[in-house]
């Protein structure tokens, strides 16, 4: 089945730990993107990558950081610097056809929490 | 990112009733899309709008793009339970590969 696949689906980070969040699309996508999203807020952008081997900062990349060895892998690490990681974390994948909005399509998510 | 502003923030509505959302954008749009969030998981496309006046409808949704093309609206016919999520309107950014979301409305049915 094509699809976004992200996991693990809950994780908990202890006090100074860096934990990567992993996200896989097989449906030959060329961008990436990865959201957080927090109570009561719509989706926030914290990285995005249009090719493989680079990427740009989003709105709120402070505390993270991605690579794009691969199109199909885009994973997130949010580090120790990130001093408030609960979150639920959102990755997405689109096509780039030059002309107008490319429809993102989302995977389901993971839960981090912070022991 | 652009600034979308979308209401009502919550509703609870009874389960038959027609219920309505929108949203508004500071800037035009050239394209409109609305997303539907369960809980625990992530967003789903309902609706993409493309045309300025353009009424699109999906089963029981039924989606207008602003003839201002800063405004776009969701109408839910006929509620059920599993209408229950967070509806998210989406635009798109600075870049058109980018979008900017609105903060969600979020949709509770009482049986």
């Known amino acids: 089945d094509g699809g976004i696949t992200q996991s693990p689906k809950y994780l908990f980070r202890k006090e100074g730990q860096n934990v990567t969040l992993s996200c896989e699309q097989n449906?030959?996508?060329?961008?990436m993107y990865w959201y957080r999203q927090d109570p009561g807020q719509g989706l926030r952008l914290i990285y995005y990558?249009?090719?493989?081997?680079?990427?740009q900062k989003g709105d709120i990349a402070e505390g993270y950081s991605v690579s794009r060895e691969k199109k199909e892998s885009f994973p997130l690490t949010v580090t120790s610097a990130q001093k408030n990681p609960t979150a639920f974390y959102l990755c997405?994948?689109?096509?780039?056809?030059?002309?107008?909005?490319?429809?993102?399509?989302f995977g389901a998510g993971t839960r981090l929490s912070v022991l | 990112g652009q600034q979308l502003n979308q209401s009502p923030q919550s509703m609870f509505i009874q389960e038959g009733e027609d219920v309505s959302m929108n949203c508004t954008s500071s800037?035009?749009?050239?394209?409109w899309l609305w997303y539907k969030q369960d809980p625990g998981e992530g967003p789903v496309l309902l609706i993409a709008?493309?045309?300025?006046?353009e009424l699109t409808s999906n089963g029981r949704l039924t989606a207008q793009f602003g003839i201002t093309r800063k405004d776009s609206f969701l109408n839910i016919s006929a509620s059920i339970p599993s209408d229950v999520g967070i509806y998210f309107c989406?635009?798109?950014?600075?870049?058109?590969?980018?979008?900017?979301f609105g903060a969600g409305t979020t949709v509770t049915v009482r049986a």
């Open positions: 997405a994948s689109s096509f780039l056809r030059g002309a107008g909005v490319d429809i993102q399509y």
């Open positions: 449906l030959n996508h060329d961008a």
């Open positions: 990558s249009q090719i493989v081997n680079d990427f």
């Open positions: 800037s035009i749009f050239n394209t």
């Open positions: 709008l493309y045309k300025a006046g």
């Open positions: 989406a635009g798109p950014d600075s870049n058109d590969y980018k979008l900017s």
